[in-house]
């Protein structure tokens, strides 16, 4: 067993509980969900402006956004191309709405695609990506089911 592993296997053994929460403020095409909407839609890439801070562009400042997929649109302020006026981003690759669909930089994606969310803390959908579902013949998503936050063992409870 790892040191991972077995840091996880303790801190759910001292909770009490027999696997790890459901994150549904996660951005949305990071892998927690089992059924990632996003792999097969593509409908928000296809049509929001991604702006940015240019600091994420890659570079002398850090960032890991490739500056040839870029547009800077303010001293201060980029956006991935071909999202200029709202449309498909450049570095979306695959049909919207079918199975494969994907980002060339998906781990290189700025912060508007990381934090994008699909479903809210509460579970309800993000009304903007059911919008843009339905304009495209998608189904839209169900409210997903929040799984409760595990209580601390009283002995960890601050006094």
Do not use: K
Not at 48 to 66: K, L, N
Not at 93 to 98: A, E, L, M, Y
Not at 144 to 152: A, D, E, K, N, T
């Amino acid at each position: 067993m790892s040191y991972s592993e077995l840091q996880n296997a303790v801190s759910l053994e001292a909770l009490q509980v027999t696997e790890a929460p459901t994150l549904l403020n996660a951005p949305p095409n990071d892998e927690v969900f089992d059924d990632n909407p996003c792999l097969s839609c593509g409908a928000c890439c296809a049509h929001f402006r991604v702006s940015f801070y240019s600091g994420e562009i890659a570079g002398p400042t850090g960032g890991t956004v490739p500056a040839e997929l870029v547009t800077q649109v303010a001293p201060l302020r980029a956006c991935m191309q071909g999202t200029e006026q709202g449309g498909r981003c450049i570095a979306l690759r695959g049909n919207v709405g079918q199975d494969g669909i994907q980002c060339s930089i998906y781990s290189q994606r700025p912060s508007p695609c990381r934090d994008f969310p699909v479903w809210y803390p509460d579970g309800s959908p993000n009304p903007d990506c059911q919008r843009l579902r339905h304009a495209h013949g998608l189904a839209v998503l169900e409210h997903r089911q929040v799984r409760p936050i595990p209580q601390l063992p009283d002995c960890d409870r601050a006094a």
